[in-house]
């Protein structure tokens, strides 16, 4: 079975530094990583096409993210990064995708979860900008914590054109309990425009420590809500090194999964992340 990876990174130290990056425990991914490293773990994985996700507010990045597409076989769509508040947002996007390699922009992120404002989302400029996005003909993705989902609830919904995917689950904490953040998920889900990736849960979760029956709870709660033609997966790569390898990511997957039929689990690994996407 062919697999799509909905989420991976790429970083070159050389260029600029990641600002995210800060503290010790982060010292085993503080080096650069290429596409090339991610070529034979993904082919061992049976991945066959990515989509990849910026990492920091620069539009140079996303068209390094684009280059990088055009010219590899394993990038199927790059989700990149406008600032929503812009008055020329509209103007940024179109000349994004009128480059020769525009056809490979998929979709926008910005990193609200590290906004103070948990309504951030909501700010009229911001409303403006999720509407451009959306005449582009573009998805949206969330990457939010618990706080900022009733923001993100009240955006989806006053955004029924634009689809929008929840990176990472919304990043619950885990073993803590599931509520609030279960319910808040569900009532995200029952809007027909959201769709949300099944990654990022192992850094989530204590890295040394933890064992997929930790994750099963929350994987479950994102099956039951999106079903899985709204559930993508994502191996969250570099990141994930923090926590497990590529291949226990991949793995990991697919005992949360595994009481899926063979049709729900290509919808996970494959056929979601390629509708949603337009791979």
């Known amino acids: 079975m062919s697999r799509v990876d909905a989420h991976h990174h790429v970083w070159d130290l050389t260029v600029r530094e990641q600002s995210w990056m800060v503290g010790p425990e982060l010292d085993p991914i503080r080096r650069s990583f290429g596409i090339d490293d991610l070529v034979p773990l993904a082919a061992a994985a049976d991945v066959t096409a990515t989509v990849l996700v910026q990492t920091v507010g620069l539009v140079e990045e996303t068209v390094e993210f684009l280059e990088i597409a055009a010219s590899n076989d394993l990038v199927a769509g790059v989700v990149g990064w406008a600032d929503l508040a812009a008055p020329d947002i509209a103007d940024v996007l179109a000349g994004l995708q009128a480059r020769p390699d525009g056809a490979y922009l998929k979709g926008i992120r910005h990193q609200v979860h590290d ?19 959306a005449d582009a003909g ?3 993705d969330l990457l939010t914590k618990t706080p900022h989902l009733p923001a993100a609830i009240e955006t989806a919904r006053a955004h029924p054109g634009l689809t929008f995917v929840v990176d990472h689950i919304s990043k619950p904490v885990i073993g803590e309990p599931l509520e609030p953040w279960a319910g808040q998920l569900r009532e995200l889900a029952a809007l027909p425009n959201v769709t949300c990736k099944l990654s990022g849960m192992v850094t989530e979760a204590p890295w040394s420590t933890w064992k997929p029956a930790d994750l099963q709870p929350y994987a479950d709660t994102v099956l039951e809500a999106f079903g899985p ?9 570099p990141v994930c090194l923090l926590a497990a390898s590529y291949a226990e990511v991949v793995t990991t997957a697919e005992t949360l999964t595994a009481t899926l039929s063979p049709t729900d689990q290509d919808a996970v690994f494959n056929t979601t992340a390629t509708h949603t996407y337009k791979l």
């Open 115 to 133: 906004e103070p404002d948990v309504n951030w989302l909501l700010r009229p400029e911001v409303q403006r900008g999720l509407a451009a996005v």
């Open 138 to 140: 573009l998805v949206y």
């Open 229 to 237: 033609s709204r559930t993508m997966f994502g191996s969250d790569w």
